[in-house]
């Protein structure tokens, strides 16, 4: 992170309160970048400021960070904050940009791109890249399992920290590195009384109302017309799907995948130098 850190930014879209965090010079070519599953945006604190030549706007996705939290009547599908980001690429005056996009954050940047392939220029995809195929005949069992879990998980509160170094200690107890919960965690805090709060909303635990099919799957990335880099991690999450990735590279107009170390937060790992200098020489190869 450079010396006087990032910037922060906030727009209220829809009735919901979005925030993010900028690095470098908004003059510089525009990059979106999208973080992973109850992560926030301060994920990319360690990369962003690496990618010199660009200007990095990292988004809290709705219900993380300091984002707001989606009405009771509402839901947090994959596809649920398209329309406020393409919304935010608007507002923030760009008429194309690259995206890059890590965990359930690639997903949702894949779909993105594949709904609005003249707004993406370039996609760069972290240890994700498409959910796991449903078959069709899972439809209503999933369905009732997103409606048994919705009162349950809208009248969970969050748990209580008695300190901030507690909540770090215990989200980094599942499966995130120390290092990377310390920078991740105070950003989706809440104090109220002694007691503090990760913000994130308890709803993003429950199941989905819906999943997409091997078929939606194949259309999503079929759609997408940007040259992609995926990059997976060695010990990460995409390596369990191995077997299909080559079928899903197919589907892909321009799909590279690079093989790099480290776990499924290798983006906050040590190597990032390295990382940055892949993805910068990715997103620059026409220049």
Known sequence: MTSSGPRELQW??????YAALAWGDPHNPPLLALHGWLDNAASFARLAPLLEAHYV???DLSGHG???W?????????YDDLPQLLSIVEQLGWEHCHLMGHSRGAIIASLFAACFPERVERLVLLDGM?????????????????????????SRRPSGYPSVEKAIEVRSGHGLPPEAAELMVPRSLRVEGESWYLGSDPRLRGASAMKLSA????AMLGAVRAPT?????????????????????????????????????????????????TITKFLQADT
Do not use: N, W
């Open 12 to 17: 209220e879209i829809d009735g919901l309160h």
């Open 57 to 59: 706007v990292a988004v």
């Open 66 to 68: 300091k984002s707001g």
């Open 70 to 78: 989606r009405s009771t009547d509402a839901t947090y599908q994959i």
């Open 130 to 154: 498409a959910p796991e195929a449903t078959p069709e005949d899972e439809f209503i069992p999933q369905l009732r399992q997103f409606v048994e879990q919705r009162g349950r998980y809208l």
């Open 215 to 218: 078929a939606q799957i194949d």
């Open 229 to 277: 880099l995926l990059l997976v991690a060695e010990s990460g999450f995409v390596p369990r799907m191995s077997s299909k990735l080559p079928t899903l590279l197919q589907r892909m107009y321009d799909c590279r995948m690079q093989t790099v170390p480290g776990g499924h937060h290798f983006h906050m790992e040590d190597g990032v130098d390295t990382l940055a200098a």
